[in-house]
């Protein structure tokens, strides 16, 4: 079982008899009041969203959940599509359990598989990504105006805010946990 | 840490003794090493020689203003176990102020006046009007309950006690609606700690209050208890909850009970130091603005 100190983004819980992963959480105590863990999570079968929080001293189950390490192939529409690199067995993933997720993956990338009592449900994706850019206004050279960004279309639709030196058609490194630019990657 | 936020904190605290210097409050430092700490079934002093660091400067302070002194605060580095994140730090400053002969009311507008100071001290426009109400008015403009009628079942069903559930209620649904400036008073009279219990209401609550920015909790009021007996008896009642939480109980500080018999009528307000930095300069946490413990602690 976890304790409250245990919660952070990503762990995988089971709450009301079905499997979530945090995605934010804050201690909180009021000054004369016991602690408290505010949390926010995600369901991981279909995508949903849960606010729940929980006193200090409450345990937390462990969701039953396994990860494979797995290739993304390709999506249909209705299944993003997975391969064990080993054995080459395929899975899908339904579009709305992956939700905003899609917008870190490209083809061939690994991410892990999560099967929930046996089920591919979900995956976890690596902290971070290289992404190429399709379209952004040209690169302004010199300008090191502090903090100064514009907004650049990446190839799986995500869009990200990087500094005004970044070319079109670059490619970037990007954090998953924040969708923030991290640097430029040489291909 | 960050450059800015080390010199947002100066700023902030040379504002904050200035505003106390004009208001002719003397600066009173006390020991951060203690015999005694805060007697409250949910605060946890760190250990430390054969004594404990202190979690406020309140039982200090109060021997200070019984030896005479009516006008007093500190900055004080206080600590506090098993709190931590965006708004906790296990080490933090804490302003205290003390002023003998005051009502709440007036305490009320020190942390207008102060939290103004702050802002300005960082070029920012003071809030916008505060509002100020009480706890059972909130209870009954967000969730219909009548607090002063409500069983622990019908505020929280399961939780082990009234307390218990009337926080879990206070954390889910009443504290994030607190996103503007706001004094919240008359808490219930089961969590009055240093403060007198007023009677006249249709509930017996605390004479007390808590001051929130943007749903950031940044002081707590009292008017101050003077009955040495009841403060013994409130104690006593704190340690019976510590043991029967599986904490352990702290010894009484006798030289504060025969100092809480001696003291004037005093109003006296403890307010997070770095939190005021934080809500001044409009940052998410109060980290910003501290230097950090490293490398940390093994644990």
């Known amino acids: 079982m976890y304790e409250t100190s245990d919660i952070r983004n990503g762990l995988k819980v089971e709450v009301d008899g ?5 995605t934010y959480f804050q201690f909180v105590k009021p000054g004369k009041g016991c602690a408290f863990t505010r949390t926010k999570m995600k369901n991981l079968i279909n995508g949903s969203t849960l606010e ?8 937390l189950a462990p969701a039953a959940v396994e990860e494979h390490k797995m290739q993304y192939l390709y999506e249909d529409g209705e299944f993003f599509h997975f391969m064990n690199t080993e054995d080459y067995e395929q899975v899908g993933i339904s ?19 999560l099967f929930y009592k046996g089920n591919p449900v979900n995956i976890d994706l690596p902290n971070f990504v290289e992404l190429q850019i399709t379209y952004c206004e040209p690169g302004v050279r010199g300008n090191t105006a502090q903090g100064a960004t514009k907004p650049a279309e990446m190839s799986t639709g995500l869009t990200v805010n990087v500094p005004l030196f970044i070319e079109n058609e670059e490619w970037l490194k990007i954090d998953t946990r924040t969708g923030e630019y991290v640097e430029r990657v040489r291909k | 840490m960050s450059p800015e936020g080390l010199r947002a904190r100066s700023l902030v605290l040379r504002a904050v003794r200035s505003w106390f210097d004009r208001h002719g409050y003397l600066e009173v430092p006390t020991p951060v090493l ?12 760190v250990q430390a020689a054969d004594g404990w660091l202190r979690t406020s400067p309140e039982f200090a302070l109060k021997k200070v203003l019984a030896a005479g002194l009516p006008r007093i605060y500190e900055v004080a580095p206080c600590f506090r176990e098993r709190e931590a994140g965006p708004w906790h730090g296990r080490e933090f400053l804490m302003l205290e102020w003390y002023r003998a002969g005051a009502e709440l009311d007036d305490l009320m507008d020190d942390v207008e006046a102060l939290v103004a100071a702050a802002r300005e001290a960082l070029g920012r426009p003071a809030p916008p009007a505060w509002r100020r109400t009480t706890v059972s008015a909130l209870f009954r403009e967000v969730l219909g309950l009548e607090l002063s009628t409500a069983s622990t079942e019908a505020l929280a069903p399961g939780e082990s006690s009234w307390d218990h559930a009337f926080f879990r209620r206070w954390v889910e649904d009443i ?14 009279a ?5 403060a007198r219990v007023r009677t006249d209401h249709a509930w017996p609550v605390a004479c007390r209050f808590e001051a929130y920015i943007d749903g950031v909790e940044l002081a707590n009021a009292f008017l101050e208890l003077t009955d040495p007996v009841e403060q013994r008896r409130r104690f006593e009642e704190a340690n019976r909850a510590r043991r029967a939480a599986g904490e352990e109980a702290h010894p009484v500080d006798e030289a504060l009970i025969e100092a809480v018999g001696r003291m004037p009528r005093t109003a006296g307000i403890a307010m997070g130091l770095d939190r005021l930095v934080a809500v001044a300069a409009g940052w998410s946490g109060i980290h910003a603005g501290r230097v950090p413990m490293t490398p940390p602690l093994p644990s």
């Open chain 1, 52 to 59: 729940r929080t929980f006193k200090t001293g409450e345990k």
């Open chain 2, 34 to 45: 203690v015999p005694s700490p805060a007697l409250e079934e949910n605060l946890f002093a």
């Open chain 2, 175 to 188: 504290e994030p609606t607190l996103t503007d400036a706001v004094i919240v008073s008359d808490w219930p």
């Open chain 1, 95 to 113: 579009v709305e359990a992956v939700g905003d997720t899609k917008h870190f993956l490209v083809e061939e990338m690994e991410v892990q598989v």
């Open chain 1, 18 to 22: 079905k499997p979530w992963t945090i």
């Open chain 2, 190 to 194: 089961s969590q009055a700690a240093l």
